[in-house]
Nanobody, 118 residues
Framework: QVQLVESGGGLVQPGGSLRLSCAAS????????MNWYRQAPGKERELVAA????????NYADSVKGRFTISRDNAKNTVDLQMNSLKPEDTAVYYC???????????WGQGTQVTVSS
């Protein structure tokens, strides 16, 4: 059974930091690219950060470049998102996604709420 379980969300003041974690199970984690998406109320889900299966390459949305860092540990089957200098516009539900395009497989977590507010 595939599971992606996010944790680490919460309420933080502008300028603060949060670290999201996603624990994966039920599939060959090291064969999947891992992504973090977010969806704010009334907006479409957007890709925030991505990391290749072996972690050799990362990609970020322009809105988070220089503030967010994605990383993975294939030994622990986890992917993290370190979020610094948070802004109110970062408020959203953040989702962990596992993707293997060659197999057309994509798995999603249940999401974790991040609220940036004073």
């Amino acid at each position: 059974q595939v599971q992606l379980v996010e944790s680490g969300g919460g309420l933080v003041q502008p300028g603060g930091s949060l670290r999201l974690s996603c624990a994966a199970s039920g599939f060959t984690f090291s064969s999947y690219a891992m992504n973090w998406y977010r969806q704010a109320p009334g907006k479409e889900r957007e890709l925030v950060a991505a990391i290749t299966s072996v972690g050799g390459s990362t990609n970020y949305a322009d809105s988070v470049k220089g503030r967010f860092t994605i990383s993975r540990d294939n030994a622990k089957n986890t992917v993290d998102l370190q979020m610094n200098s948070l802004k109110p516009e970062d408020t959203a539900v953040y989702y962990c996604n596992a993707e293997r395009r060659i197999l057309r497989r994509s798995y999603w977590g249940q999401g974790t709420q991040v609220t940036v507010s004073s």
